[in-house]
């Protein structure tokens, strides 16, 4: 779908449970990462927006494409879809929110309805593949 949100998201699992963020003032949560800067490639937007939105270094040896999902974006115009690649990756540092980040949260299945459209869809391939409870 042309005129897509173009982001990149990290996907970090611990415990059955979904590394995700909420911006200050927002109410729903998403998976850290964010848009492509002009020229970057998916592993060069995944480290710097992870590093600003989580304040910790992706590891770029261990970056792991999990897939590509599509939905209708969170909070514009309707019709207009944002396109989400993610990737699972290991990290050094310490989790903590950053830049517009308010709040840093483990999510299960039972959460679906406190993230956006398309980290909705990603959280129902992680059931289905009985990665998250």
């Known amino acids: ?8 998201a990290w996907l970090l699992l611990e415990d059955g449970k979904v590394l995700c963020a909420r911006s200050r003032g927002k109410d729903t949560f998403y998976l850290p990462g964010g848009k492509r800067e002009q020229g970057e490639t998916d592993e060069e937007t995944l480290r710097r927006e992870v590093e600003e939105e989580v304040s910790v270094r992706i590891e770029p040896d261990r970056i792991d494409f999990f897939g590509t999902f599509e939905a209708p974006a969170h909070g514009k115009a309707a019709g207009i879809p944002v396109r989400m690649a993610c990737y699972r990756a290991d990290y ?27 980290c909705g869809l990603v959280f129902d391939r992680l059931r289905e593949q009985g990665l998250i409870e």
Do not use: F, H, N, Q
Not at 1 to 8: E, F, P, R, Y
Not at 95 to 111: H, V
């Open 92 to 118: 050094t540092g310490t989790l903590a929110p950053a830049a517009e980040i308010e709040e840093l949260a483990w999510l299960g299945y039972a959460d679906r309805e406190r993230v956006s459209a398309v």
């Open 1 to 8: 779908m042309s005129g897509a949100i173009d982001k990149v």
